[in-house]
């Protein structure tokens, strides 16, 4: 008899794991959840490096992550739910939202927010990662430079975070977290750039274009490489270890996360891990700057003023690579190949660390 109690109880844990609703089950509501938007397989494995070289420092046996999405997303999510079951994955689990969502209802209530609620109601923070360009109609402009790809991700993502911080668009709206001030809302990239949109801010469609007035790869290779943020390189050489990406500097404003909250010297001007074209133009209710690129024109972080574990990054402090020695790349096709690990230095590997340090504690000390 009580073999098979053992068996159900096993069985009835991988079923929770498996099922797309977890919310929606019998979840014990003892442990600490941690939401993760958009959790394909990719994000998944970020999440676990993290985890396992303990940048992200929880209990694991207490903290376990929900992924949250939208059907409307252009993701295939069977394939997430597909490798937690096969990888036996037991602190992963998924909720889909459903309900209709379009660029005219995401800041009012519609058909997500009581599902949204009950999420937030049952977690203590949420990650939002990088990806593509956001539609400008949720911002009220024309799409002039943006290249959409997923529509109904950005929808999802801008309608939960302005369920959870409110913004300029409908003030009236009782934001989620003026019932629990604490939880963590943070983002990397397009995070940023959703919690900037969904706040009511806008943002610049083409960095080179709309910032330096360059139109083609040769021209905003002129601009110099401390202020690209990505690698144009690719677009005219055909040189295979080219890297994408660039890693430049960033310098620190007046405001107290870095230094105070993150623990680094104002005067440093760490180098990080930069992909993007598209960049925090007006900035949203409630949100301070934090970091500019080197030349001041590029806001590179933001802080919430009222909720204080609220903040995101324009740059992408979870890529694995920037902790260890991974394939050596190049920017320009006349560099010497470099990983990097190698490229950003002890210095700016300890301010990364110092980033998830201060991610780690608030999750540590959250609760629901």
Not at 1 to 13: D, E, G, N, P, R
Request: neutral net charge.
């Amino acid at each position: 008899m009580k073999q098979i109690s053992l068996t159900t109880i096993i069985l009835f844990i991988f079923i929770q794991a498996f099922t797309q609703d977890f919310f929606d089950t019998g979840f014990n509501k003892h442990k600490k959840y941690i939401l993760l938007a958009n959790p394909t397989v990719g994000n998944l494995k970020v999440v676990q490096y993290l985890v396992n070289v303990k940048l992200l420092d929880i209990n694991e046996r207490k903290m376990k992550f929900v992924g949250v999405y939208h059907p409307g997303q252009a993701y295939d999510f069977n394939e997430t739910k597909k490798y937690i079951e096969e990888n036996r994955l037991g602190n992963f689990y998924l909720q889909e939202v459903k309900g209709e969502l379009n660029d005219s209802n995401l800041f009012v209530q519609n058909d997500c927010t009581g599902q949204l609620k009950k999420i937030f109601e049952n977690s203590v923070g949420i990650f939002f990662f990088g990806g593509p360009d956001i539609q400008p109609a949720i911002y009220g402009e024309a799409n002039t430079l943006s290249v959409v790809t997923d529509p109904g991700r950005h929808r999802f993502e801008t309608t939960f975070l302005f369920h959870l911080l409110g913004g300029f668009r409908n003030e009236d709206f009782k934001p989620f977290l003026e019932k629990n001030n604490k939880y963590l809302v943070t983002g990397f990239c397009l995070g940023m750039q959703t919690m900037n949109v969904a706040t009511g801010g806008t943002l610049i469609q083409d960095i080179p274009a709309e910032i330096y007035g360059a139109t083609t790869p040769e021209a905003t290779l002129e601009i110099g490489r401390a202020n690209l943020h990505r690698n144009y390189w690719q677009e005219i050489s055909k040189d295979t270890l080219l890297m994408g990406i660039n890693l430049h500097t960033i310098q620190f404003t007046s405001h107290p996360f870095f230094g105070k909250a993150v623990n680094v010297s104002k005067d440093f001007h760490p180098r990080i891990y930069s992909s993007h074209h598209q960049a925090v133009e007006k900035t949203g209710k409630g949100l301070e700057v934090t970091a500019l690129s080197p030349d001041g024109k590029i806001i590179e972080g933001l802080a919430h003023k009222k909720y204080p574990n609220v903040f995101a990054v324009q740059f992408h402090p979870e890529v694995p690579g920037l902790y260890e020695d991974l394939k050596p790349l190049k920017f320009n096709p006349d560099d010497k190949p470099m990983t990097y690990n190698d490229i950003i230095g002890k210095k700016s590997v300890r301010f990364h660390e110092e980033y998830w340090n201060y991610i780690s504690y608030i999750l540590r000390k959250a609760k629901k």
